[in-house]
C-alpha cells in the first residue's frame, strides 16, 4: 500500500512539475526573460518552503545537522534548479509543453538510469537489467510517437 501511495504522490508531483513549467514559461515570457521568472519562482517557493517547516517541522534543523552537510550541497541544486527550469521556460514558447516535457523527461531518464546504475550522487545502485533496457527502449519511443508530426 505505501508504495501505491508513494507512485500516486510521484504522478501528483510530476502534474505539478508540468503546470509550474507552464505557469512559469508564462511569466518569463510576459517578462521576456525566463530567468527573471526563475528568480521569481525561486523567491516564492522559498517563502512556501519557509511557511510549511514553520507549521509542520517541531525540530528546526540543528547545528549538529548543518555542520555535517558538505558544503557544495548547499548550493549545486540550486544552480542546477536555475539552469534546467531557465531551460524550460525558454523553451516552452518556441516548442511548446508537452514536446518540452517528453524531451526533458528523456533527459531525465537517461540520467537516472545512469545514475542508478553507477550510483552516482550516493545513490542506490540499480544495475541496468534487459527488463530495465526494454523499459528504456519503450519510454524513448513513446516520446518519439508524441513528438511525431
Known sequence: MKTVFISVLSLIGGVFLAAQAGFNSQLGNVLKNPTIAVAATSFFSLIFAIGY?????????????IINVPWYLWWIGGLFSVLGISIYFYSIPKIGLSTMITLGLC???LFAIMAGHFGWLNLPKEPFTLVR???TISLLLGIILINYK
Open 53 to 65: 517547516l514553520v507549521l509542520t517541522d517541531k525540530e528546526m534543523l540543528s547545528s549538529v545537522h
Open 107 to 109: 533527459g531525465q531518464l
Open 133 to 135: 533496457a526494454l523499459g
